[in-house]
């Protein structure tokens, strides 16, 4: 059983928008900080945004500001990933993680991690 699981992934269209979810199974999120990365195939895992306590202190990488925004539903146990104006440079495994700080997961740290799902943008 995986704590976190990712959906809403799939093959899209440049330009396209997707909103990615992260529910959380028997793992309580409201007093954690909650984040969202990616990891295309050949490069290095990439934060990507952060979410505090009740919303407080979001965090963005600057390559996605602007076009994602993250938001959480704590009474479900989500967190989300709204995706705008994808390009081919978006394709990447997304992952959700669990963590004690947009700070701490801004570097990269988390206690809880997801398995994924696959965002590809086709040009």
């Known amino acids: 059983q995986v704590p976190l699981v990712e959906s809403g992934g799939g093959l899209v269209q440049a330009g396209d928008s997707v909103r990615l979810s992260c529910v959380a199974s028997g793992l309580t999120l409201s007093r954690y900080a909650m984040g969202w990365f990616r990891q295309a195939p050949g490069k290095e895992r990439e934060f990507v945004a952060a979410i505090g306590w009740h919303g407080a202190s979001i965090k963005y990488a600057d390559s996605v500001r602007g076009r994602f925004t993250i938001s959480r539903e704590d009474a479900k146990n989500t967190v989300s990933l709204q995706m705008n104006s994808l390009t081919p440079e978006d394709t990447a495994l997304y992952l959700c993680?669990?963590?004690?700080?947009?700070?701490?997961?801004?570097?990269?740290?988390?206690?809880?991690w997801g398995q994924g799902t696959q965002v590809t943008v086709s040009s």
């Open positions: 993680a669990r963590g004690q700080s947009t700070l701490r997961l801004s570097k990269g740290w988390g206690d809880t």
